[in-house]
């Protein structure tokens, strides 16, 4: 059983930058992928960002100038910046875990992220 919490989010200014953290837990950690996802009421769930099996990091072209994955200082979390907000990025953004050994996917409870001014 894998737990994921999720913290940031929440009133981001157009123009400013977002910093959403996710930290894994529970027995049997073991191999894994993780990443971010985002969705909005008029698009399905979309790739923000995540890792790859070799360490590398994955980002779409509409996102790769402005986002970046890392891992946190904490065992088990990764973190999510996004910079120069646009009020297309509005959406609830989900943190990812995937277990490689078993083939499951843990899915965080999603974050609110709102763009206004």
């Known amino acids: 059983q894998v737990q994921l919490v999720e913290s940031g989010g929440g009133l981001v200014q157009p123009g400013g930058s977002l910093r959403l953290s996710c930290t894994a837990s529970?027995?049997?950690?073991?191999?894994?992928?993780m990443g971010w996802w985002r969705q909005s009421p008029g698009k399905g769930r979309e790739l923000v960002a995540t890792?790859?099996?070799?360490?590398?990091?994955n980002y779409p072209d509409s996102l790769k100038d402005r986002v970046t994955i890392s891992r946190g200082n904490a065992k088990n979390t990764v973190i999510l910046q996004l910079n120069s907000l646009k009020s297309a990025d509005a959406a609830v953004y989900f943190c990812?875990?995937?277990?490689?050994?078993?083939?499951?996917?843990?899915w965080g409870q999603g974050i609110q992220v709102t763009v206004s001014s």
């Open positions: 890792f790859t099996l070799t360490g590398d990091t």
């Open positions: 529970g027995d049997g950690l073991s191999t894994n992928i």
């Open positions: 990812r875990y995937y277990d490689v050994r078993y083939g499951r996917t843990t």
